[in-house]
């Protein structure tokens, strides 16, 4: 992609706008952001399904009240950037371009929500292994001390 909008940068003419490399920056560093706002929405969400479950005796202002404050503020801030997009890009109006690029990233999300839900109802016990490796025979489990090697004999 970079090889792409730096040929394309040759023979650039300063009367057709900025140069073809800030136009990437642009667009990359606004679907980064996109993409963390978004991500921050959904922890906020995934915080008070923990503390649901698990209180921790942690007070109810943080674990219910300030999730929820951020959830809704980073939810609107999430909705102004996707209905700001063109704003974002430096465009006049829409274009293509406008809605192409949040689409490279909520499409293939959704597709993972989809594919997750699949995995949990045909295939659960891959579904509860996400998140937690493999479990390798000679791997220590978690909780368990190390094992100590006594140099002097070569072994444990």
């Known amino acids: 992609m970079i ?3 730096a040929i ?3 023979g650039w003419n300063p009367e057709n706008g900025p ?3 800030i136009t990437l920056f642009t667009w990359l560093t606004n679907l980064g952001a996109f993409g963390l706002v978004l991500l921050l929405v959904l922890v906020s969400v995934a915080v008070i399904g923990f503390f649901r ?18 959830f809704v503020a980073l939810a609107i801030v999430w909705v102004l950037i996707l209905l700001n997009w063109d704003v974002l890009l430096g465009q006049a109006e829409s274009t293509p ?3 192409i690029l949040p689409a490279v990233l909520l499409v293939p999300s959704a597709l993972a929500v989809v594919w997750a839900l699949w995995l ?3 295939r659960p016990e891959v579904y509860r292994q ?3 490796g493999t479990e390798l025979p000679e791997a220590p489990l978690l909780g368990e001390p190390e094992p100590v090697v006594d140099a002097t004999k070569g072994n444990l």
């Open 3 to 5: 090889v792409g909008f």
């Open 8 to 10: 394309g940068e040759q």
């Open 19 to 21: 140069y073809p490399v």
């Open 53 to 70: 479950r698990d209180s921790r005796e942690v007070g109810a202002g943080s674990r219910l009240v300030a999730p929820i404050i951020a």
């Open 97 to 99: 371009t406008t809605f």
């Open 120 to 122: 949990r109802r045909a």
């Open 130 to 132: 996400i998140g937690h």
